[in-house]
């Protein structure tokens, strides 16, 4: 089964965290929402809690197959903050495994180093902090192993390109089809 981490910090954009945890399991993938913060409920930009599934120290991340970061504020600016999260990215980029991140937060891997050399997108505004990016203006935007989204209208297809990634066009299609996605 394929695993995936959904990074919540204080103030991340619900819509950008829960569409793609729930289109990921219903492509059949295990999804861990993951607090970054020591305590498993965290509140969103709009003021919805959300319990995550286990904190950030309770996870082994060499297992994950895909790491997401929903963008929103201030949880981009947090998520960028946390060293731990940042060493996580360069760790599994190394590794060879996806990631994606959607609206500001492409400006996280950004920060750390990622990038380079590398197109992506992100939420309008936000373009300087692209380190090294060659920025694109497309609604869902991937480049090796990292996609990058520009923000809550782009949800779905940003989600439906990471079942992609990892299921498959034909599994993608299929979601798509189910959530009367494009009709």
Do not use: W
């Not at 970054?36 to 409920?41: A, K, L």
């Not at 201030?74 to 903050?81: I, K, Q, V």
């Not at 209208?153 to 034909?170: D, M, N, Q």
Request: with cysteine; charged share 25%.
């Amino acid at each position: 089964m394929k695993k995936v981490g959904v990074f919540l910090a204080k103030g991340f954009e619900e819509v950008e965290a829960l569409t793609p945890v729930d289109l990921l399991r219903r492509a059949g993938a295990e999804v861990t929402m993951i607090s970054i913060g020591e305590i498993r409920e965290v509140t969103g930009s709009h003021g919805i809690a959300i319990a995550a599934d286990k904190v950030f120290e309770d996870i082994k991340f060499d297992e994950m197959d895909l790491l997401v970061l929903p963008g929103g504020m201030p949880g981009t600016r947090n998520l960028a903050d946390s060293g731990r999260l940042l060493q996580v990215l360069q760790d599994a980029d190394q590794a060879g495994k996806l990631i994606g991140a959607i609206c500001a937060a492409p400006t996280v891997l950004g920060k750390a180093g990622l990038l380079k050399g590398r197109k992506a997108t992100c939420y309008p505004g936000c373009e300087e902090g692209l380190t090294g990016a060659l920025v694109r203006t497309e609604p869902v935007v991937t480049d090796g192993r990292i996609t990058t989204s520009r923000g809550v209208g782009t949800a779905i297809p940003f989600a439906l390109r990471l079942i992609e990634l990892l299921f498959g066009e034909k599994k993608a299609k299929e979601i798509a089809e189910s959530i009367v996605y494009g009709a």
